[in-house]
């Protein structure tokens, strides 16, 4: 676990202690509080939660917006469907669930407002995090130029191979040569360079699109990797929320 610990802000990066496991969470009876999972007690304690939401993912490039608490208590994790989630109310945790998927984090400093979006390679080709961030603008008068992103472990460009289903999908943006890369008789895809070029050409700062927390999830064996480990890969928590 890696905590990013910000006076305004947090974001948990889990990793593979936290043993999570899509069957333990996504089948919880409607009577089961989240919290009784022991990694989100853990999650709850760490980060000093009133509440967590996370979404049924499905690799769109939708989301939602929560602006109350009592918005944020109606809500039963893991059962409306969506990428992206975005909050100006403190203690409330927007999570994203990934292994191999890039979990991103949109941080907006003047209207403190923050975003978790889920970004495999399908919602980067539909531009999720363009469309949490005009969201973002749309509610709460967000700027790109206000914005801090975080970007968590993903597969990354030393290891992710793309077959050309996928690269048809991405031929039509204008920097895919720089985010494409054949070795031998492979091509692989660089899917945070690729989401942080999408961020820049609206306007977010090179220098506030933070990567260090981006690590291989298919190398390094203390994070969760569907592509490595199949069926069987358990999951990472991304989860930020406001102070
Ligand atoms: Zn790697």
Known sequence: MLLHNSPLFKIYFGD????????????????????????????????????VVFLKQTHSNQGEVITSKRHAKGIRSF?????????????????VMTADCLPIVLYDSFNQVVAAVHAGWRGSAKTVVLKALSRMEKEFGTKATNIRAFFGPSAKVCCYT??????????DFEFIDRVVQQRGKENYFDLPVFNKL??????????EIKMQYNLCTMCDKSLHSHRRDGKKAGRQMTVVSLQ
């Open 16 to 51: 593979a202690k936290d043993n999570l496991d899509p069957e333990q969470y996504l089948d919880l009876p409607s009577d089961k509080n989240i919290f009784s999972i022991s990694a989100f007690v853990h999650l709850k304690n760490v980060m000093k939660l009133d509440r």
């Open 79 to 95: 059962t409306i469907e969506g990428d992206y989630l975005i909050t100006n109310v403190p203690c409330v945790g927007l999570g």
């Open 162 to 171: 793309v077959g050309d289903d996928m690269l048809e999908k991405l031929e």
């Open 198 to 207: 999408l961020l820049q050409s609206v306007g977010v700062k090179s220098d």
